[in-house]
């Protein structure tokens, strides 16, 4: 457990189930134990804390977070939590050498497919703007993707609730014998029709 993780939760627990009504469906079918990587939609910098909340307090979220974040004020809490720098649009391979590590040693590795965080309303299908990083490391690192959909952290002023879903693990079995590149777009095709079915039922 992430020390920022343990500092935090009896705060922000009791707040995202409270005030903001959080509720959670499928995560009886996420893994118990093992590394896989969880893949999500992405409205706002609180997501990474609102999907960790289900695995508290046995297991918790490494995620990428672009290197720009991490300055002298900022790198301790980022570390704290989990994150771990990322070179966006230079292919860092240090950053995937890393994430397909931590997979490997049995840690939860959350990435968001889309990159950037989507404008507040309806979710949309934007396959231009998808990224198949999070199927590489998967692949690479001989793990599952667990697909998951939130919404309502766009509306955080408003007090909108807060909705959380996932969806079953994927071990892609069926595509590991492609060619990489073109395994990891499969791949992350079928993540995120998965995505938006469990983002339509919130």
């Known amino acids: 457990m ?6 935090m ?9 409270g005030p903001y009504r959080m509720r959670v469906r499928g995560f009886d079918r996420v893994p118990r134990t093992g590394g896989f990587v969880l893949v999500s939609n992405h409205w706002s910098n609180v997501d990474p804390w609102i999907l960790s909340i289900p695995f508290f307090p046995r297991r918790s979220l490494r995620f990428l977070a672009k290197a ?26 240090e950053a995937f050498k890393t994430a397909v590590r931590l997979v490997r040693a049995g840690e939860i590795l959350l990435v968001f497919p889309q990159a950037h965080r989507q404008p507040p309303g309806e979710m949309q299908r934007q396959q231009a703007q998808i990224h198949a990083g999070a199927a590489r490391i998967a692949l690479a690192a001989g793990a599952p993707i667990v697909p998951a959909a939130i919404t309502g952290t766009d509306r955080l002023r408003k007090l909108g ?39 339509a039922t919130l």
């Open 9 to 17: 939760s009896p705060i922000a627990i009791p707040l995202a189930r």
């Open 2 to 7: 992430h020390p920022f993780y343990a500092f």
């Open 161 to 199: 609730p807060i909705r959380v879903a996932y969806g079953p693990p994927d071990t892609m079995e069926d595509l590991r014998s492609l060619p990489s590149r073109k395994a990891a777009d499969a791949a992350i095709g079928r993540t995120m029709e998965r995505i938006y079915e469990l983002y």
């Open 68 to 93: 720009e974040l991490f300055t002298p004020f900022l790198k301790p809490l980022l570390e704290w939590s989990g994150a771990f720098p990322v070179r966006r649009g230079e292919g860092d391979v």
